[in-house]
RNA sequence: AGGCGCGUAGCUCAGUUGGUUAGAGCGUUGCCUUGACAUGGCAGAGGUCGUUGGUUCGAUUCCAAUCGCGCCUACCA
């Protein structure tokens, strides 16, 4: 007998289940001859998972537990990213709130303090996976920082150096003042903020005068301030309003620099003047300009974004804000200021710290990209690296063609320190070590090394991942076996940062592709489609929809620590509408089904809380309809095909199907598809139709041994195969029926999770069985329709007829009869009526050709029945209508293959037949009103 | 500006080579405490598939234009 509880509870046995997978090592590899490896996307460590992580890593572990079932040898590869900036952030914030800076601890202090750090917070992402489920191997947890990372990380950094594919250099990069580092391209954001367009007057030289008569040129910024380091002014080579100005020069207000006058095609002659100033240290196309031309680079800004010592004395140290304010004024007071526009610009802001960035020109390290993309183009080319969706690959090509040289230096302390130093006389030595820099350049020990401070960036080292976590640069038995990994599930959004520099790095030290597929998953927003974010307080916490929150803690969590406390407010307010009651506690396999139902290619996705409430009640299904089974089946047999009823080998049947479907679903990372066909089968084949079917044998007293035996042996080894099946999807729950459900199917393996996936049955499928249920689910649909529409009880039983029927009609209704009795609730024999058979007053609907007939216990039913079957009769014809339209066709008849026309043939006459029948029926009802009236 | 994607039921979404009466979940209407499940059962209502053209015997599906929305990339100082 069951020890289930009446209804699901996953709070009851996820925990247990889990502990208990863990300690017994199903996780780790077993010794299968295949392997299957997934890396995964390393988290931040000192972060929280979020939906879109929960939503990853559902999909990741969908696809592990398919394959280990499967017989392969799997390694879902786990870790966690030390995420450079962001980490560095939390753990500044932390000291300021102890009255603490960065320097009053000093380095080695502080990187102590991240350590101590991560300890305490980095259990949080690994107790969430747990709760999840993730099967990832514990045992091989690695971190990017942890000591054989490093060892990789700065072998990497020196081989590419010994090639020249490292160089530094003084270049312009994008500069976070606030972070006082710098960001690749790829950190920065552009958003549209209103701002101003300045127009400046520029003296020019010695009475020289412009064709037009003026003895100056107007130039506009957006950033006044820049203007003290312009070096030059630019215009269009063909633009006769400044051509005989070219090659002179101008003067430079405030500071008083000569400029030269330089023509340049980059320069639009329709945008403003057609006269830009040049600013080669401040901006990034200046900058490219004053290569060509060969103009000086003047820095003018500190490392905090104020003025520094470039500039004229008087704007020093001001603030760059400060100082626009201060040239603007300064500037209108000597009358060069010729007016100020209203001006939309592109501001660009700091993922990190949203402070708006200056290019500037530092000393940065660079990886040169020309060399290392080629390789890595080719190897999507020619097919090495797929992507799934294939749509992301020109998006991956786009991006590849004009990559620009990486630059990989931070001015931070949290990362990996990069392996150079200097001496006193400007050389540089790199190597993985002092000792080893020195030996090899043989350098004495009174020769002073410092190391340069800066740190390599995150991305640098997270692009040898999937090598590096399998022991490279050793040649482990690990990097041999699961390298390449065979898929990466990742967003697009990482497409640049992370999947094309990791195809780059490892195609050149390994010569292998880090994976052969990329599936692509679409991006989680909340049920508006807004992105979630703290700031917006939407976001959702996936154990908080595992365990449940009540709406005051889950206000409470959403308002925390805001960045933009004023937002506070609208934040309660929206949750308390969203969530008036919390979130109830869905469990861990509720939320897994519900993200791969959502996981449908290419898209947004709009998560919505009632999937899960759906797919949790999905559960309770599940689980309800094994307790039937254990409640109904005491033991099973060995059985015959022979023995097998017609109820029997259509589940077998249909669930042939289920493991066709399942598998293909499964192998082209359609997880939607796959969900679906779980669901589908499940409620509405097993539980709506089998399970009902069985009741007519397990409820009737009079059945025989062979019938009970049949059906419980089918009931238990479809629920046995079916919870295979969905366990990659909800492992928790199925893993727990498993165990009831398996004894009784004669299986005595301790966990549902190392069994084999259900094969592809060679037998196919069953048609005889499909076709005679099939049947039986029309005929018991039809009279249900007309219980429905007359209002009659369940409760009470009704007598059926059949008329107008074929052979084959009859065999199907002697073959289903029983079944059919029970399922339609009806009264005595069914009666079969010959065509001229007369009909009592009655309703009638038809399945195909054959009448199914219900008489009226009360000629006062004709009137409604009456109304429905005119209501039937105009829909049939007009569709009746539309088919005999397309037949009327001669090209439609001429064209089409004949095998359509043929159909639309049969349909045709179907339909012609079913509306001639009901017009009859019309009739007789009419004469019964009429009779019932003049009575 | 360029690129990509999306407009299908009240809401969230499927729809795989163009071919029956376009599907699912949630919501909704009516009936039902039937011996797994009211987290349930049965039956129903609800869509001119954004718009307009084109190709075709036939278009939600292919093509073009157009409107609306989203994302990404690059931007004019």
């Given at each position: 007998?069951?020890?289930?509880?009446?209804?699901?509870?996953?709070?009851?046995?996820?925990?247990?289940?889990?502990?208990?997978?863990?300690?017994?090592?199903?996780?780790?590899?077993?010794?299968?001859?295949?392997?299957?490896?997934?890396?995964?996307?390393?988290?931040?460590?000192?972060?929280?998972?979020?939906?879109?992580?929960?939503?990853?890593?559902?999909?990741?572990?969908?696809?592990?537990?398919?394959?280990?079932?499967?017989?392969?040898?799997?390694?879902?590869?786990?870790?966690?990213?030390?995420?450079?900036?962001?980490?560095?952030?939390?753990?500044?914030?932390?000291?300021?709130?102890?009255?603490?800076?960065?320097?009053?601890?000093?380095?080695?202090?502080?990187?102590?303090?991240?350590?101590?750090?991560?300890?305490?917070?980095?259990?949080?992402?690994?107790?969430?996976?747990?709760?999840?489920?993730?099967?990832?191997?514990?045992?091989?947890?690695?971190?990017?920082?942890?000591?054989?990372?490093?060892?990789?990380?700065?072998?990497?950094?020196?081989?590419?150096?010994?090639?020249?594919?490292?160089?530094?250099?003084?270049?312009?990069?994008?500069?976070?003042?606030?972070?006082?580092?710098?960001?690749?391209?790829?950190?920065?954001?552009?958003?549209?903020?209103?701002?101003?367009?300045?127009?400046?007057?520029?003296?020019?030289?010695?009475?020289?005068?412009?064709?037009?008569?003026?003895?100056?040129?107007?130039?506009?910024?957006?950033?006044?301030?820049?203007?003290?380091?312009?070096?030059?002014?630019?215009?269009?080579?063909?633009?006769?309003?400044?051509?005989?100005?070219?090659?002179?020069?101008?003067?430079?207000?405030?500071?008083?620099?000569?400029?030269?006058?330089?023509?340049?095609?980059?320069?639009?002659?329709?945008?403003?003047?057609?006269?830009?100033?040049?600013?080669?240290?401040?901006?990034?196309?200046?900058?490219?300009?004053?290569?060509?031309?060969?103009?000086?680079?003047?820095?003018?800004?500190?490392?905090?974004?104020?003025?520094?010592?470039?500039?004229?004395?008087?704007?020093?140290?001001?603030?760059?804000?400060?100082?626009?304010?201060?040239?603007?004024?300064?500037?209108?007071?000597?009358?060069?200021?010729?007016?100020?526009?209203?001006?939309?610009?592109?501001?660009?802001?700091?993922?990190?710290?949203?402070?708006?960035?200056?290019?500037?020109?530092?000393?940065?390290?660079?990886?040169?990209?020309?060399?290392?993309?080629?390789?890595?183009?080719?190897?999507?080319?020619?097919?090495?690296?797929?992507?799934?969706?294939?749509?992301?690959?020109?998006?991956?090509?786009?991006?590849?063609?004009?990559?620009?040289?990486?630059?990989?230096?931070?001015?931070?302390?949290?990362?990996?320190?990069?392996?150079?130093?200097?001496?006193?006389?400007?050389?540089?030595?790199?190597?993985?070590?002092?000792?080893?820099?020195?030996?090899?350049?043989?350098?004495?020990?009174?020769?002073?090394?410092?190391?340069?401070?800066?740190?390599?960036?995150?991305?640098?080292?997270?692009?040898?991942?999937?090598?590096?976590?399998?022991?490279?640069?050793?040649?482990?038995?690990?990097?041999?076996?699961?390298?390449?990994?065979?898929?990466?599930?990742?967003?697009?959004?990482?497409?640049?940062?992370?999947?094309?520099?990791?195809?780059?790095?490892?195609?050149?030290?390994?010569?292998?592709?880090?994976?052969?597929?990329?599936?692509?998953?679409?991006?989680?927003?909340?049920?508006?489609?807004?992105?979630?974010?703290?700031?917006?307080?939407?976001?959702?916490?996936?154990?908080?929809?595992?365990?449940?929150?009540?709406?005051?803690?889950?206000?409470?969590?959403?308002?925390?620590?805001?960045?933009?406390?004023?937002?506070?407010?609208?934040?309660?307010?929206?949750?308390?509408?969203?969530?008036?009651?919390?979130?109830?506690?869905?469990?861990?396999?509720?939320?897994?089904?519900?993200?791969?139902?959502?996981?449908?290619?290419?898209?947004?996705?709009?998560?919505?809380?009632?999937?899960?409430?759906?797919?949790?009640?999905?559960?309770?299904?599940?689980?309800?309809?094994?307790?039937?089974?254990?409640?109904?089946?005491?033991?099973?047999?060995?059985?015959?095909?022979?023995?097998?009823?017609?109820?029997?080998?259509?589940?077998?049947?249909?669930?042939?199907?289920?493991?066709?479907?399942?598998?293909?679903?499964?192998?082209?990372?359609?997880?939607?598809?796959?969900?679906?066909?779980?669901?589908?089968?499940?409620?509405h084949e097993y539980c709506d139709w089998y399970v009902e079917l069985t009741k007519s044998v397990f409820f009737d007293a009079n059945a025989d041994q062979t019938e009970v035996s049949a059906a419980s042996t089918t009931l238990v080894t479809v629920l046995e195969i079916l919870l295979r099946v969905a366990h990659p999807i909800m492992p928790y729950i199925t893993e727990t029926l498993w165990r009831e459900i398996a004894p009784l199917a004669g299986l005595t393996a301790k966990t549902l999770m190392l069994q084999p996936f259900p094969q592809k049955e060679d037998a196919g499928l069953d048609e005889e069985a499909d076709t005679a249920i099939e049947w039986l689910k029309e005929v018991?649909?039809?009279?249900?329709?007309?219980?429905?529409?007359?209002?009659?009880?369940?409760?009470?039983?009704?007598?059926?007829?059949?008329?107008?029927?074929?052979?084959?009609?009859?065999?199907?209704?002697?073959?289903?009869?029983?079944?059919?009795?029970?399922?339609?609730?009806?009264?005595?024999?069914?009666?079969?009526?010959?065509?001229?058979?007369?009909?009592?007053?009655?309703?009638?609907?038809?399945?195909?050709?054959?009448?199914?007939?219900?008489?009226?216990?009360?000629?006062?039913?004709?009137?409604?029945?009456?109304?429905?079957?005119?209501?039937?009769?105009?829909?049939?014809?007009?569709?009746?209508?539309?088919?005999?339209?397309?037949?009327?066709?001669?090209?439609?008849?001429?064209?089409?293959?004949?095998?359509?026309?043929?159909?639309?043939?049969?349909?045709?006459?179907?339909?012609?037949?079913?509306?001639?029948?009901?017009?009859?029926?019309?009739?007789?009802?009419?004469?019964?009103?009429?009779?019932?009236?003049?009575?």
């Open positions: 007998m069951s020890q289930l509880d009446d209804s699901f509870n996953p709070g009851a046995i996820e925990r247990a289940l889990y502990a208990e997978w863990e300690e017994s090592g199903y996780f780790a590899p077993t010794t299968a001859p295949e392997p299957y490896s997934i890396a995964i996307p390393p988290p931040n460590v000192t972060g929280t998972l979020h939906i879109g992580h929960a939503f990853q890593h559902t999909l990741m572990d969908a696809l592990i537990r398919y394959q280990r079932m499967s017989g392969k040898q799997t390694l879902w590869q786990t870790g966690t990213d030390h995420a450079g900036i962001a980490t560095q952030m939390i753990v500044t914030e932390q000291l300021a709130t102890e009255g603490l800076t960065l320097e009053d601890i000093g380095r080695e202090a502080f990187i102590e303090r991240v350590w101590k750090w991560r300890e305490e917070s980095g259990g949080t992402i690994s107790e969430q996976m747990r709760r999840m489920g993730s099967s990832v191997d514990w045992s091989r947890e690695r971190f990017t920082m942890d000591e054989g990372f490093s060892r990789a990380v700065k072998a990497v950094f020196v081989q590419l150096y010994d090639q020249g594919l490292i160089y530094r250099g003084k270049r312009l990069v994008n500069w976070d003042p606030v972070l006082g580092t710098a960001l690749s391209d790829l950190e920065v954001t552009n958003e549209d903020e209103p701002g101003s367009l300045w127009h400046f007057r520029y003296p020019l030289e010695d009475g020289l005068i412009t064709p037009d008569g003026n003895a100056y040129v107007v130039v506009a910024t957006t950033r006044p301030e820049t203007m003290l380091g312009d070096t030059a002014i630019a215009v269009h080579p063909d633009d006769d309003r400044y051509r005989t100005l070219i090659g002179k020069h101008a003067v430079l207000p405030l500071v008083g620099r000569k400029l030269p006058i330089i023509s340049d095609t980059y320069v639009d002659p329709e945008f403003g003047t057609g006269c830009v100033k040049i600013t080669p240290a401040h901006d990034f196309n200046d900058n490219e300009i004053g290569h060509r031309h060969g103009l000086e680079e003047i820095n003018i800004l500190s490392a905090v974004a104020t003025i520094n010592a470039n500039a004229p004395a008087l704007y020093r140290d001001l603030d760059r804000f400060d100082a626009r304010r201060r040239i603007v004024a300064d500037l209108d007071e000597l009358g060069l200021l010729e007016n100020v526009e209203d001006h939309t610009i592109k501001i660009p802001r700091s993922e990190r710290s949203g402070e708006i960035v200056e290019p500037r020109l530092t000393d940065q390290w660079f990886v040169k990209i020309e060399p290392l993309a080629q390789p890595a183009i080719d190897a999507v080319k020619d097919g090495s690296i797929a992507f799934i969706p294939k749509q992301y690959e020109n998006l991956y090509f786009a991006w590849m063609r004009d990559v620009r040289d990486w630059c990989i230096s931070r001015q931070q302390w949290w990362g990996h320190q990069i392996p150079a130093w200097y001496d006193g006389n400007g050389n540089v030595y790199v190597g993985q070590n002092e000792e080893a820099v020195r030996a090899d350049a043989n350098l004495d020990t009174e020769v002073r090394l410092t190391q340069d401070p800066d740190v390599l960036e995150t991305w640098f080292s997270s692009a040898l991942w999937t090598f590096a976590t399998l022991g490279w640069p050793d040649k482990t038995p690990e990097l041999n076996l699961y390298h390449p990994t065979n898929v990466l599930v990742t967003g697009h959004d990482i497409i640049f940062f992370w999947v094309a520099r990791m195809i780059m790095m490892t195609l050149h030290f390994t010569g292998e592709v880090p994976f052969k597929q990329v599936y692509v998953h679409g991006l989680i927003r909340d049920a508006k489609g807004e992105k979630m974010s703290k700031t917006k307080g939407n976001g959702i916490d996936p154990l908080d929809i595992i365990d449940g929150i009540s709406l005051d803690d889950l206000v409470a969590k959403r308002t925390q620590n805001l960045t933009q406390p004023r937002m506070a407010e609208a934040i309660t307010i929206a949750t308390q509408k969203e969530y008036p009651n919390g979130i109830r506690n869905y469990g861990s396999d509720a939320l897994r089904f519900t993200f791969c139902a959502y996981a449908s290619p290419g898209r947004n996705i709009n998560f919505d809380l009632s999937r899960v409430e759906g797919y949790h009640y999905f559960c309770n299904k599940l689980w309800n309809v094994s307790r039937f089974v254990l409640m109904n089946v005491d033991s099973i047999t060995e059985l015959r095909g022979s023995e097998q009823s017609l109820a029997d080998r259509w589940i077998v049947s249909r669930m042939r199907q289920l493991i066709v479907d399942a598998r293909e679903a499964v192998g082209s990372y359609r997880f939607d598809l796959f969900a679906n066909a779980v669901y589908e089968f499940i409620w018991v649909t039809a009279v249900r329709n007309i219980r429905g529409e007359r209002g009659i009880k369940p409760s009470q039983d009704v007598v059926l007829m059949l008329q107008g029927g074929t052979s084959h009609d009859r065999q199907l209704s002697k073959a289903t009869e029983k079944l059919m009795r029970r399922l339609a609730k009806l009264r005595g024999e069914i009666v079969w009526l010959n065509d001229d058979d007369s009909v009592p007053a009655c309703s009638v609907q038809l399945v195909h050709r054959l009448k199914v007939i219900v008489p009226f216990t009360d000629l006062g039913e004709a009137k409604t029945e009456l109304q429905r079957l005119s209501v039937e009769i105009r829909k049939l014809q007009t569709t009746l209508e539309k088919i005999a339209a397309k037949l009327d066709n001669p090209n439609f008849v001429e064209k089409a293959p004949a095998s359509v026309v043929a159909k639309e043939q049969i349909r045709l006459d179907e339909l012609s037949n079913q509306v001639d029948t009901l017009l009859q029926q019309r009739v007789a009802l009419e004469d019964i009103i009429d009779d019932n009236a003049t009575k």
